[in-house]
């Protein structure tokens, strides 16, 4: 089992990257392959005791910045990290690619490399949001904007494998963000999505509401990635604000280390997806995991975990055979519908 | 200045709502016209001291709930109170109509009997979301689920008369809720709504996120209905979460008192629709205010002055003025951009 990192992403560059990756080759999960400017990474391992691990080096050029188009990134950089760590899978000397850091270029280079599975237009991202329901999948946050009904099926789909098989969750439910929890209630595309749903052989439960999301009333909550990117800043931005807010209000009520200690647990609830490491991309053809770039070694060591899990339980093919099975399902329906 | 306040809504009943204007007679914001069954209100008023006070009844027959769908319950009760005390608005008997009750039957209530401001298909609902950004009107929250970009330029117009003539802010700042600050991201509504608001003449700063949300960074913040619903609710689920996850977690660190009142001020940021009494229907062609069910007394004194002020203002004049402004300015510019 080998994994790619991206050893240029991530906010605190390669020092942190190179940390977390011997810690995982040190734990034993996995075979590392560092993808960066190779006097850096040398560098960088040279302050560890690595000599002994499971861990090499393939040189690249640069890096793809956060604040760059990605697609023209790509194109201006064709050396740079994440792009010849992606390389790496297509190619076969890698099992899985990991990288913290731009998601842009991430997906960029998994759709360009990788391709995307047989009835998925643009892979989604997906994962918990709320630190109380830290195994609810929400999909899409962010790739794509304006979805057919027959995509957010596809998010259903893509977030019911990885329930399964990364989260263990057995049956797990799906249900649509929405404005009200009765049948009908929401926008022409939910009500659309509703009827497809209905018939796809998948465990829907119906509509969640916004405040649902905090209770993990659904294990799989699919929307468009304009709401779900809304929703996750939304409750990141709540996070910090309510942790001001308390340490200014109640300044005479409680002393420095319990509002120390008090925005701590607030992070844990608004931001759980530090916690959790990096998810895959959901969709692509391959590999590919996009983490926090404000990730520490021990989610970098978390996120390589995941890596070599998907790769255990033939996480690509699961969702290909889910998915193509759930597709014909919604085809050979269709006849009785019209 | 007469209100009708429609006595039978709100989660505690008529108690509570005698009990707010019975308040707000005492203050001398209004004449009141109680609209309700006519022993029920007879009884309340006779708890409180308001012989003296400027307060009638006009009495109606049952309430339409919030579990009813709304256009059918004002077929089925067409005496129900908040029927009869939209009527009194229509037939200029009261400046204004005050509802705690159902949302749906206040507007369906409204848009039968006092009608829709030329440019407005159907009225949207307005009003703050987070307790750190309490003037903030975000519009709207789930009147309009499906929304064409004009109609999001007529929710910045209202949005900017509340804005500026009820809250006193002098020019404000309308921005678009989107999945990026940079001018181009977003899903096409946004994209589409963004060149029309360029060309608008309104002050419009371009996209918010959902972080910003939290912070104020625009006055107004315009998005459909279905996005705003479930923003709003993910905050109050946030709000009682965060509570519920604090005092579970710091129960060896803090006492109990500490612990209610860390409650009380997280509430205060994420309920902030409660401080504030009441929003107007936007767009409605007359004054008709819809609160939150769980108003107590203060909120409804509250909703009461707030009615008062949209009268003195001549808020559905300035409204309409602006409205057929910035859609004159939409229509002249047309030809240019063909």
Same mark, same amino acid.
């Not at 996750?232 to 509002?259: H, N, R």
């Given at each position: =089992?080998t994994?790619?990192?991206?050893? =240029?992403g991530?906010?605190?560059?390669?020092s942190?990257i190179?940390? @977390?990756?011997?810690?995982?080759?040190?734990?034993g999960?996995?075979?590392?392959i560092?993808?960066?400017?190779?006097? +850096?990474?040398? *560098?960088?391992?040279?302050k560890?005791? &690595?000599? &002994?691990?499971?861990? *090499? $080096? +393939?040189?690249s050029?640069?890096? $793809?910045?956060? *604040?760059?188009?990605?697609?023209? /990134?790509?194109r201006?950089k064709p050396?740079a990290?994440? +792009?010849?760590?992606?390389?790496?899978?297509? &190619?076969?000397k890698?099992?899985?690619?990991?990288? =913290?850091? %731009?998601? /842009?270029?991430?997906?960029?280079s998994?759709?360009?490399?990788? /391709?995307t599975i047989?009835?998925?237009d643009?892979?989604?991202?997906?994962g918990p949001?709320? @630190?109380s329901?830290?195994?609810?999948?929400?999909?899409?946050?962010?790739?794509n904007?304006?979805?057919?009904?027959q995509?957010?099926?596809? !998010?259903?789909?893509? /977030?019911?494998?990885?329930?399964?098989?990364?989260?263990?969750?057995?049956?797990?439910?799906?249900g649509?963000?929405?404005v009200g %929890?009765e049948?009908?209630? @929401?926008n022409?595309q939910?009500?659309?999505?509703? #009827?497809? !749903?209905?018939?796809?052989?998948?465990? !829907?439960?119906g509509?969640?509401?916004g405040n649902?999301?905090? *209770?993990?009333k659904?294990?799989?909550?699919v929307c468009?990635? !304009?709401?779900?990117?809304?929703? =996750?800043?939304l409750?990141?931005?709540?996070?910090?604000?309510?942790?001001?807010y308390?340490t200014?209000?109640?300044?005479?009520?409680?002393?420095?280390?319990?509002a120390?200690?008090?925005?701590?647990?607030?992070?844990?609830?608004?931001?759980p997806a530090?916690?959790?490491?990096?998810?895959?991309?959901?969709? +692509?053809?391959?590999? %590919?995991?996009?983490?926090?770039?404000? &990730?520490?070694?021990? #989610?970098i060591?978390?996120?390589?975990?995941t890596?070599?899990r998907?790769?255990?339980?033939?996480?690509?093919?699961?969702?290909?055979?889910?998915?193509?099975?759930?597709?014909?399902?919604?085809?050979?329906?269709e006849?009785? #519908?019209?």
């Amino acid at each position: =089992m080998t994994v790619a990192i991206d050893a =240029m992403g991530g906010d605190d560059g390669p020092s942190t990257i190179v940390e @977390g990756s011997v810690l995982a080759a040190k734990q034993g999960k996995a075979n590392i392959i560092h993808v960066g400017d190779q006097d +850096v990474v040398e *560098t960088e391992l040279s302050k560890h005791e &690595s000599e &002994s691990l499971p861990i *090499t $080096i +393939v040189p690249s050029n640069g890096k $793809i910045e956060d *604040t760059e188009a990605p697609a023209l /990134g790509l194109r201006q950089k064709p050396k740079a990290s994440i +792009v010849v760590a992606t390389h790496l899978v297509k &190619s076969g000397k890698a099992d899985a690619v990991v990288s =913290m850091g %731009s998601t /842009g270029a991430t997906m960029a280079s998994a759709v360009v490399l990788l /391709g995307t599975i047989h009835g998925i237009d643009r892979p989604a991202i997906g994962g918990p949001i709320v @630190g109380s329901a830290p195994n609810q999948v929400i999909l899409d946050l962010g790739s794509n904007l304006d979805c057919r009904p027959q995509q957010l099926v596809g !998010f259903g789909v893509l /977030g019911s494998v990885f329930s399964k098989v990364l989260l263990k969750i057995s049956d797990p439910k799906i249900g649509l963000l929405s404005v009200g %929890s009765e049948e009908g209630k @929401g926008n022409t595309q939910i009500k659309e999505a509703t #009827e497809l !749903f209905k018939k796809s052989g998948l465990n !829907f439960i119906g509509n969640v509401e916004g405040n649902d999301l905090v *209770t993990g009333k659904a294990d799989i909550v699919v929307c468009d990635g !304009f709401v779900g990117n809304i929703v =996750m800043k939304l409750t990141e931005g709540l996070g910090s604000e309510i942790s001001k807010y308390l340490t200014e209000s109640m300044k005479e009520t409680i002393d420095s280390d319990i509002a120390a200690a008090l925005s701590r647990e607030i992070f844990k609830v608004t931001n759980p997806a530090a916690a959790y490491g990096a998810g895959p991309l959901l969709g +692509v053809n391959g590999i %590919s995991l996009v983490g926090h770039g404000r &990730s520490k070694q021990n #989610e970098i060591a978390g996120a390589i975990a995941t890596a070599k899990r998907a790769v255990e339980v033939d996480f690509i093919n699961q969702i290909q055979k889910r998915l193509s099975k759930t597709l014909s399902t919604l085809t050979e329906n269709e006849p009785d #519908e019209r």
